[in-house]
Nanobody
Framework: QVQLVESGGGLVQAGGSLRLSCAAS????????MGWYRQAPGKQREYAAS???????NYADSVRGRFTISRENAKNTVYLQMNSLKPEDTAVYYC????????????WGQGTQVTVSS
């Protein structure tokens, strides 16, 4: 079992920056693809970014060039650096982990609120 705890959310003005952290416990995440998803009020949860165990990164078009995902396996932690934030980035941000060897081994965090004011 893997437990994921997000932190770093908050209220920021448009154009500002936030850094989210996702601390994992229970198992090493070095062989997991880690991701960030977000859910805005009244909308479905959507993919934002991911980083593979081999450090390959992917981004949704809506965040590419503004967000950077990274991982620090020694600390069992994943980060999401969010720059040039827009009001439409307002959402609950969830950390996700899925094992490299099976899609059945996946976990979600409880989420952290990000609010961007105009």
């Amino acid at each position: 079992q893997v437990q994921l705890v997000e932190s770093g959310g908050g209220l920021v003005q448009a154009g500002g920056s936030l850094r989210l952290s996702c601390a994992a416990s229970g198992r090493a995440i070095s062989l997991y693809t880690m991701g960030w998803y977000r859910q805005a009020p009244g909308k479905q949860r959507e993919y934002a970014a991911s980083i593979s165990s081999g450090q390959r990164t992917n981004y949704a078009d809506s965040v590419r060039g503004r967000f950077t995902i990274s991982r620090e396996n020694a600390k069992n932690t994943v980060y999401l650096q969010m720059n040039s934030l827009k009001p439409e980035d307002t959402a609950v941000y969830y950390c996700h982990a899925v094992a490299d060897w099976t899609d059945d081994d996946e976990y979600w965090g409880q989420g952290t609120q990000v609010t961007v004011s105009s």
